[in-house]
């Protein structure tokens, strides 16, 4: 059985990687108390249920905890490096709201990611080629421009080596 | 490439066999009984001085990495602090955290409002349900008045043992006749006669 569960939609790298909450650093722990009946907690319900994986999808490093039916009223608890603590209301919102009230007072702003992700493409050069790990091509056969692959297309006479001592002794 | 002088290249990587033709197994020939191996011969003061230039070299060496390395950790770390504490990023912190704030005050508000309505539509609902039963109480009770009334009515006419003979005499001299007929247009005759 390849689906499992109710939305299997979730468990979808497409789905979780669009997930657009990315944290700033100094968030550390994130917390959200709901309540699994109740016409007002429906909008915190689809939070957890839709964007938690995607939000934990991006940020791996900060730990989510889920509290079911421990207070009347739903909200989220945000807990920073400098021991701030951040509460937000989410009764009678949907899912979306939160997701964007989120983004707005702890999200890294887009600029900020593009910068981030600059900064990350200049450490590495795409030109040089080498291990998969660390570079895009592994061989100088692979570039465009290149002489290609003897596997896969043999290299003119003059270029092997049997044929030059041979084309010497000739001579 | 193999054993062949000419067109062996020197730079081959596999490791040619030096034991040639017997095993490791095999036991080493009579030539070789007296074959006593000593070491390479060493020069003390060389080797003394060798020694010690190289733990020079490699301490300098390892110092200078380690210096490296510190300042590298050293830079990218300022550099993450910078971005983390600079005035205007905590600015903008205030003002989000502001914002929220203002945001949960709102929702508090909300809250209240949406509580005071429910609270006055129990209210309501309460006095309507009170009322409804106040209706119900009286409509029953006018019920059972008329009831009351009516059978006291009726009691006028019961028949008791001190008029039953007057009654029985009344009966007797005024017959009625109970017979009738109906056509299928529903139309009663009363025609027959009594006797």
């Given amino acids: ?171 | 490439p193999g054993p062949f002088p000419g067109l062996c290249p020197g730079w081959s990587p596999r490791a040619v066999p030096a034991r040639g033709r017997k095993t490791r197994h095999d036991p080493p020939s009579k030539s070789k009984a007296s074959r006593v191996k000593l070491p390479p011969p060493v020069d003390p003061e060389e080797l003394l001085v060798v020694l010690e230039r190289y733990r020079q070299h490699r301490l300098v060496l390892s110092a200078l990495r380690a210096e490296f390395r510190a300042e590298v950790l050293q830079q990218k770390r300022e550099e993450r602090l910078a971005a983390q504490g600079s005035v205007e990023e905590q600015e903008e912190h205030r003002r989000l955290m502001a914002w929220n704030d203002e945001e949960n005050a709102r929702q508090q508000r909300r809250r209240e409002e949406r509580a005071r309505k429910e609270e006055e539509e129990q209210k309501r609902r309460k006095l309507e349900i009170a009322e409804k039963q106040a209706r119900k109480m009286e409509a029953f009770l006018e019920e059972k008045e008329k009831e009351v009334l009516q059978l006291q009515e009726e009691a006028k006419n019961f028949i008791t043992p001190e008029n039953l003979e007057a009654r029985i005499e009344e009966c007797l001299d005024n017959p009625r006749n109970y017979n009738f007929a109906i056509d299928k247009d529903g139309r009663i005759v009363k025609r027959t006669v009594l006797s």
Wanted: net charge positive; charged share 30%.
């Fill in chain 1, 1 to 171: 059985m390849p689906m499992k569960g109710r939305f299997p939609v979730r468990r979808t790298l497409q789905y979780l990687s669009q997930g657009d909450v990315v944290f700033k650093s100094s968030v550390k722990v994130m917390t959200v108390n709901y309540n699994t009946a109740g016409e007002l907690s429906e909008g915190a319900r689809k939070f957890v249920f839709f964007n938690v994986p995607q939000i934990q999808y991006k940020n791996p490093w900060v730990q989510i905890m889920l509290f079911r039916n421990m207070t009347p009223s739903p909200f989220l608890r945000f807990y920073l490096d400098n021991g701030e603590q951040v509460l937000v209301d989410v009764e009678d919102k949907t899912n979306k709201e939160i997701t964007e009230h989120v983004k707005k007072i702890l999200g890294k702003s887009k600029e900020m990611l593009e910068r981030e992700e600059r900064e990350r493409k200049k450490l590495s050069h795409p030109a040089t080629f080498g291990p998969k790990k660390y570079h895009l091509r592994e061989c100088i056969c692979e570039i465009e421009g290149q002489v290609p692959c003897p596997a896969f297309v043999p290299l003119p006479k003059e270029m092997r080596g049997k044929y030059k001592p041979a084309v010497k002794n000739e001579a």
